[in-house]
């Protein structure tokens, strides 16, 4: 259900179905030295690739940049401004409705797009009739979850990314409340924030597996699934 692998023809079959559509936000930002730029982008995707081929909605290309200043000192790391970012939101989902879809299931994979996403959404919803869930995978999981930390590594292998390498535990400092501009020790002197002793294929299939069926059930219930 890959959109962009559609025709014209099959895109407008898939309009008449009114099917939902799932689209990712990432970044392309530094996650340690252990973990490759495209993390961000990369687990939505493929947890996005999953969740259409078991409920029949259409995925579009994953938008690979975000909003990622706290991480612009490490080498790699390439961030929009907050109001491109938000125009990117405006155009993209103005034209996926100009074209007739109506049901979209965000899946946020960075932290600093979801305020932005969410904003923008709600100011659209004023002029424009559609309905939208904005779901940042990692809420869906019962575990704390860091950047680049044993969680989000975790994942990354389930889903058939690599490490590239082996991490080492480092210090970070937590603040009260959200300091800004960020302090530098937040993050681990290598760009992480969150233990790294404990990565495995194993615990990321689990992870895997608790926010598909949660977002499985997000379309199910035409995307407004009420909390237990």
């Known amino acids: 259900m890959l959109m962009e692998d559609m025709s014209w023809e099959e895109i407008n ?20 030295k ?17 969740v259409a081929q078991k409920t029949g909605a259409l995925l579009f290309p994953p938008v690979n940049l975000g909003f990622c200043y706290t991480l612009r000192r490490f080498p790699g790391t390439v961030s929009l401004s907050s109001s491109t970012l938000s125009s990117l939101v405006f155009d993209v989902f103005s034209e996926l409705i100009r074209n007739g879809f109506s049901k979209f299931l965000i899946i946020n994979g960075h932290g600093g797009n979801a305020g932005i996403i969410k904003n923008t959404l709600k100011e659209m919803s004023d002029d424009f009739d559609f309905r939208a869930a904005l779901v940042s995978w990692w809420d ?16 990354l292998l389930a889903l058939g990314g690599k490490l590239n390498k082996q991490p080492v535990q480092e210090k970070f400092q937590n603040y009260e409340g959200y300091v800004i501009p960020a302090p530098k020790d937040v993050f681990a002197p290598s ?16 992870l895997v ?20």
């Open 191 to 206: 760009g992480y924030i969150g233990k790294v002793g404990n990565i495995s294929k194993e615990n990321g299939e689990k």
């Open 209 to 228: 597996k608790k926010v598909e069926d949660k977002l499985i059930k997000i379309i199910g219930a035409n995307l407004e699934l009420r909390k237990d």
């Open 34 to 50: 252990h973990l490759p730029l495209k993390t961000d982008y990369f687990i939505p995707y493929e947890i996005g690739k999953k």
């Open 140 to 155: 869906l999981v019962d575990v704390p979850t860091g950047h680049a930390d044993e969680n989000e590594a975790s994942v």
């Open 13 to 32: 079959a898939q309009v008449k179905k009114d099917a939902t559509v799932i689209l990712v936000f990432g970044a392309f930002e530094a996650h340690g």
